[in-house]
């Protein structure tokens, strides 16, 4: 999986700005693919892992920086 970094609150705010822009010129593919640039909240990534499987978090493309500073590297195999 490649890693993905953490990000200010700042970095996160821009980046939803910026989906947002892309939304409202029509362009929902790219907004989509911005907002998969924001960390998911560790407890999200936990109940998605539980409910739907570390491959669909792996193959989703999904920012899990935060759910591995929280739960430590390797928390997807365990």
Known sequence: ???KQMMTLDEKLAVGMKAHEYLEAG???EAVRIILE???L???A???KEFSGAD???KGGYNLSEAEAEFGPG???Q
């Open 1 to 3: 999986m490649a890693q």
């Open 27 to 29: 362009n929902k593919a």
């Open 38 to 40: 924001l960390p998911m």
């Open 42 to 44: 560790p407890y999200l």
């Open 46 to 48: 936990k109940a998605v």
């Open 56 to 58: 669909f978090l792996i």
């Open 75 to 77: 928390w997807l195999a």
